[in-house]
C-alpha cells in the first residue's frame, strides 16, 4: 500500500484516524492499535515479510532489555556486538547476499549458486531505526523500553516506515509514551500530507515517463540523443526529488496526525552552492544517522587529515551501499567523496571570490549533482558511461525530433518542478492570513486534481521503496 493511492486516502487513513481518537484514553491501547495498523499497513503487499519486521522488532526490544540489565562495559560490548550482527546479518542476507555472491564467483572463476531472495520493502530504513535504538541504549543515551509494543511502534510505525524518514528513538521516546494531538498539529498535518501528495502525483509521476524513456533509449545501440540525455536527466533530476521529497511530506504530515514530531528530510538541496551543502539538505536523516553513528565515532575531523579522509571514505563507501547492493551505488558513493574531499581540502566555495565565480560554481555543483544521479539511475556502469558520454559530448541531429516532443510534452512539469524546487516565498510572508488563504485553496484544487490522475490509474511507482 502506498501513500498516493486511493484506497490509503480513503480507507487506511479515514480507519487509523478514527481509531487512534476512539482510543485516545490509553496511549498504551493508541500504540497497540497504531502498532497493529502498521504491521497491516506493511503486510498489505507481500504478507510473508512481517515475519522478518517482527523478529526485527523483537530482537532490538530483547537485546536492549539485556544490554541495560548489565553493568559491566565488557558484556554491554558483546551484547551491543551481538545485536549489530543481527540487524545487518537480516540486510546482508536480504539485501546483498546475491550482490556478494556474484563478486565471490568472479575472484574464484567458478559458480556459486544462492537463494534468490526478493527484497523485503524499506528493509534499511526499519533496520537502521532498529540499530538506532540499541545503540542509544548502550551509550546509555536512552533507557530500553521495556515495553515490546512502544519498540514495535517506534520500528514498524507505517508513515516512516517504508522509505523514511529514518526516525531516532531518541526524537520520539516522549511521544511514544505522553503525546497530544491538537488542532493544530492535525491543520500542519493535513497540508503537508497535501503538498506531499500534490508534489508525488503531479510532479513526480509524470516527470518519471520523460526520465524512464531516457534512460530506455540510452540501453538502445545508438544511446541516447544528447538533447533528451540532458531533458531526461533533468526530469530524473527533478523525480526523485519529488518522489522521496514528497513521500517525507506526507510521512511529516502523517506524523503531525498522530502526534509526533519527525525532523525535516529536505531542505531545497538544489539550491546548494556546494556539493558538501548539497548533502546537508538532501535525505538530512540518512546524512545525520551516517555522521552520529558513523563518522563521529571513528573520530569526524578530529583527527588528522589523512584520518578524517578515512573517515569519510568509510561513510560515503556505506551510504552507497545502503543503496544497492551494486557496483553503480559503490561508485555514486565514492564520487560523492571524492568531490567533497577536494571542496574540503580546497576551501570551496568560501574561497571563491566574487559573485560570478560563486554562480558559476554553483552551476558546477547542480551538473556534479545530476550527473552523479546518471549513475544511480543507470543498471550497469557501462550504461551509466554511455549516458554521460552523450550528455557532455554532441552524438548529432539523430532523435531530436523524438526530443523536443518529449520536451514539449512534459515542459510544464519540468518547469513547475525546477521552480518549486527553489524557496519561493519567504517564511515571514507563509505566516500572513491571506497567504495560507490562498495555499489551503492552492491544496485542496491540487489534491482534487492528483485524485483524478490516482483514478485514471496513472503511473505511480515510489524509487524508494527499492531501499
Not at 113 to 132: A, D, E, H, K, R
Not at 393 to 419: H, Q
Amino acid at each position: 500500500m502506498v501513500f498516493s493511492s486511493l484506497i490509503f486516502v480513503f480507507l487506511f487513513l479515514p480507519f487509523v484516524l478514527t481509531g487512534n481518537f476512539l482510543l485516545s484514553f490509553s496511549k498504551k491501547w493508541q500504540n497497540s492499535f497504531l502498532m497493529g495498523v502498521s504491521l497491516v499497513f506493511y503486510a498489505w503487499g507481500e504478507p510473508r515479510f512481517v515475519i522478518i519486521m517482527m523478529a526485527s522488532i523483537i530482537w532490538n526490544w530483547g537485546m536492549a532489555l539485556w544490554m541495560d540489565s548489565c553493568q559491566r562495559e565488557s558484556v554491554r560490548n558483546a551484547i551491543l556486538g551481538i545485536a549489530l550482527t543481527g540487524d545487518t546479518g537480516i540486510l546482508l542476507v536480504f539485501k546483498y547476499l546475491n550482490f556478494l555472491s556474484t563478486i565471490a564467483s568472479r575472484l574464484l572463476n567458478t559458480e556459486l549458486s544462492v537463494l534468490q531472495l526478493p527484497l523485503p520493502i524499506g528493509i534499511s530504513f526499519f533496520t537502521f531505526q532498529g540499530l538506532s535504538y540499541v545503540i542509544d541504549v548502550w551509550r546509555r543515551d536512552a533507557k530500553a523500553e521495556k515495553n515490546m509494543v512502544n519498540v514495535g511502534l517506534y520500528i514498524s510505525f507505517f508513515p516512516q516506515l517504508i522509505a523514511g524518514p529514518i526516525v531516532r528513538y531518541l526524537d520520539i521516546k516522549e511521544e511514544l509514551a505522553n503525546r497530544m494531538c491538537t488542532w493544530r498539529d492535525m491543520e500542519t498535518g493535513i497540508a503537508r500530507f497535501l503538498t506531499g501528495f500534490s508534489k508525488k502525483v503531479l510532479l513526480a509521476n509524470n516527470l518519471a515517463f520523460f526520465a524512464d524513456q531516457a534512460f530506455s533509449l540510452n540501453a538502445e545501440p545508438g544511446g541516447v540523443n544528447t538533447i533528451f540525455a540532458w531533458g531526461g536527466i533533468l526530469a530524473y533530476t527533478l523525480q526523485i526529488y519529488y518522489d522521496f521529497g514528497g513521500y517525507s511530506d506526507m510521512a511529516i504530515g502523517l506524523g503531525n496526525m498522530f502526534g509526533f514530531h519527525f525532523r525535516e528530510n529536505f531542505d531545497y538541496p538544489y539550491a546548494s552552492s556546494s556539493v558538501s551543502e548539497f548533502w546537508r539538505r538532501w535525505h538530512m536523516s540518512l546524512s545525520g544517522w551516517f555522521r552520529d553513528y558513523i563518522y563521529i565515532p571513528l573520530g569526524g575531523n578530529r583527527v588528522g587529515v589523512w584520518k578524517q579522509m578515512r573517515n569519510l571514505m568509510v561513510v560515503w563507501f556505506l551510504t552507497g551501499l545502503w543503496h544497492g547492493a551494486d557496483y553503480t551505488f559503490i561508485i555514486w558513493g565514492l564520487f560523492y567523496w571524492c568531490i567533497i574531499i577536494a571542496e574540503k581540502l580546497t576551501g570551496v566555495p568560501q574561497n571563491i571570490k566574487g559573485k560570478a565565480g560563486k554562480r558559476i560554481y554553483r552551476l558546477a555543483t547542480i551538473l556534479a549533482v545530476m550527473s552523479a544521479w546518471v549513475v544511480f539511475r543507470a543498471e550497469s556502469m557501462v550504461l551509466a558511461m554511455r549516458f554521460l558520454r552523450n550528455m557532455y559530448v554532441w552524438s548529432g541531429w539523430e532523435g531530436t525530433g523524438l526530443a523536443l516532443f518529449y520536451l514539449r510534452e512534459y515542459k510544464w512539469f519540468l518547469i513547475a518542478g525546477v521552480l518549486l524546487a527553489f524557496p519561493m516565498v519567504p517564511q515571514e510572508m507563509k505566516e500572513k492570513r491571506i497567504v495560507m488563504g490562498i495555499q489551503s485553496i492552492s491544496l485542496l484544487v491540487l489534491f482534487l486534481v492528483s485524485l483524478s490522475y490516482l483514478a485514471k490509474g496513472s503511473y505511480n511507482p515510489f524509487i524508494y521503496f527499492n531501499f
